[in-house]
């Protein structure tokens, strides 16, 4: 239901009049009943100012606007104010103690999402621990803003005898609990429709689920009471939330928390097994607190921290695959120079200068690949490193637009552009004191989106060029590099006044 709405609110532009305001209206009343349930549920149990032991609420709007990003932003402070103002008129409280308690809460909720978004920004996960960590900064910042408004509301309105700084302690305990264990658990639903689970991880991730409510309830109804203080309960379940934090996504831990944390409250407050008959004291109630908070943040940041460990490990899997693959090619390519250069070579030495010429072209472009962290490579930058051996500035002239190349386009032509300027240095141009080569390039529109790459190389003043050439290597690899690998056009031609070879690749997005 999140993907949908907050797909809605991307697209309210296109949308038509009517449509605009169905994901809000819908956003809305099911934030409401929500927070509504919620809070009627939290006022079961209050302190002695009257604050909720634990208020699950400010999950509910924290989590969704964290989880819709801003467009959600109205809907939601609507549907808390509305529900919040008549959950409150439900219980003991006026119409203006609870118009400051709505106005309170609706104003921490939008303004936890605002640190999130401002010092985190929009792309908010629980898989990383940065993220979570800033989630419970947020809601300690945020819960004691918030505190200020409600603790006036219950000094001026209700006249406790408890002091102020009581009163907006326990009202920071009671919001944070609950948004630290609510909030992580609707973003992680969201996470969860956006990209489903597979369905062994989802199987295991529902047995582990199954198994942390089971073992809570024994705790509860069955453990003795001389083992009961605020460490056994923790011990007994750390395995237990330790499965699906390893095991399965953060939503599965998010869950089995807020399990935890929503058992141990219904207990309290229905006085339930171990806390039959205790009355809710307040010395219960901070336990009770004490272990949800421990529960939840253990959870939470073994989740975020195996999460993490997963996403290296399979990123260094995708890397170890693509230097694999790199290494396969480059000694695939080294074979055929190898080869193609004991063919045409007639003694030992001429045949170590040839492959020694083109395994130092491939490295040198390895070389610039490396630099740019295997990413673009620029073109002007590529030539004068090929022909940086040959070339003067008396016979080399190179013009041409800012132009980047792909891995794979570095590669092809750096190969070709050694093939040429060995060619030129053995035969043509670069052979004589009063040879030149021009090399020029440019970019040219192929379409509304792609562009391509024309590039020229021109040999004058060089000795003059046979009629015919016979093939070899060199030549073959100039004409049929560029297609095959990029898909692109090479036109050699050997005119009688110099070389000349036209290439023309695609270079994809302008």
């Not at 709405?5 to 819908?26: H, K």
């Not at 993220?131 to 300690?140: K, Y």
């Not at 056994?232 to 599965?252: G, M, S």
Request: net charge neutral; hydrophobic share 50%; aromatic share 8%.
């Amino acid at each position: 239901m999140f993907q949908s709405l907050r797909g809605q609110f991307q697209r309210q532009v296109l949308a038509s009049p009517l449509r605009q305001w169905v994901g809000p209206i819908v956003l809305t009343v099911a934030v409401g009943v929500g927070y509504f349930l919620a809070a009627r549920l939290s006022l079961h149990l209050l302190t002695k100012p009257g604050v909720a032991v634990f208020w699950p609420a400010a999950g509910i709007a924290s989590g969704t606007l964290i989880a819709l990003g801003p467009d959600a932003r109205w809907p939601v402070a609507v549907g808390v104010i509305a529900a919040n103002t008549v959950a409150n008129l439900m219980g003991d409280r006026n119409v203006l103690s609870s118009s400051v308690f709505a106005l309170s809460d609706a104003g921490e909720g939008l303004f936890v999402a605002w640190m999130i978004e401002r010092y985190i920004g929009s792309d908010f996960r629980l898989g990383r621990l940065r993220h979570v960590l800033g989630l419970m900064v947020a809601t300690v910042v945020g819960t004691a803003v918030s505190g200020v408004g409600g603790t006036v509301g219950y000094e001026l309105v209700h006249s406790p005898n408890e002091p102020a700084w009581i009163t907006w302690q326990q009202w920071v305990a009671s919001d944070s609990i609950g948004i630290i264990t609510v909030a992580p658990l609707i973003i992680g639903l969201l996470a969860a429709l956006r990209a489903p689970p597979p369905r062994r991880e989802l199987i295991e991730g529902a047995a582990a689920f199954v198994a942390v409510v089971t073992v809570t309830a024994l705790i509860i109804l069955l453990l003795p009471k001389d083992l009961w203080d605020d460490r056994v309960p923790i011990l007994l379940l750390f395995p237990l939330l330790l499965w699906p934090a390893a095991r399965c996504r953060p939503v599965f831990a998010s869950a089995a928390s807020f399990a935890v944390c929503l058992m141990f409250m219904l207990a309290i407050i229905f006085d339930i097994g171990y806390f039959n008959g205790t009355s809710s004291s307040s010395a219960l109630v901070l336990g009770g607190q004490v272990r949800i908070v421990v529960a939840a943040l253990f959870a939470l940041v073994l989740a975020a921290l195996f999460a993490e460990r997963r996403r290296t490990e399979g990123h260094q899997k995708v890397l170890m695959a693509e230097l694999d693959h790199r290494v396969k090619n480059l000694l695939a390519r080294v074979l055929v120079v190898a080869d193609s250069a004991r063919q045409v070579s007639s003694s030992a030495d001429e045949f170590a200068r040839s492959l020694n010429g083109r395994l130092r072209s491939m490295a040198a472009a390895h070389d610039l690949l490396s630099q740019s962290s295997w990413q673009n490579v620029c073109l002007r930058e590529l030539v004068r490193n090929q022909l940086a051996p040959y070339s003067t500035d008396a016979n080399m002239t190179i013009s041409g637009a800012d132009v980047t190349l792909t891995p794979a386009a570095t590669e092809a032509i750096a190969m070709v552009l050694h093939e040429l300027v060995t060619n030129a240095a053995k035969h043509g141009a670069l052979s004589t004191p009063d040879g030149r080569v021009s090399i020029s390039w440019d970019r040219k529109a192929n379409g509304a989106v792609a562009s391509m790459l024309r590039f020229e190389w021109r040999e004058l003043g060089g000795p003059p060029v046979a009629s015919s050439i016979r093939p070899n290597y060199g030549t073959d690899l100039i004409r049929d590099l560029i297609p095959h690998e990029l898909g692109g056009n090479v036109d050699l031609v050997f005119a009688p006044d110099g070389a000349y070879c036209s290439i023309e690749i695609p270079l994809g997005q302008r």
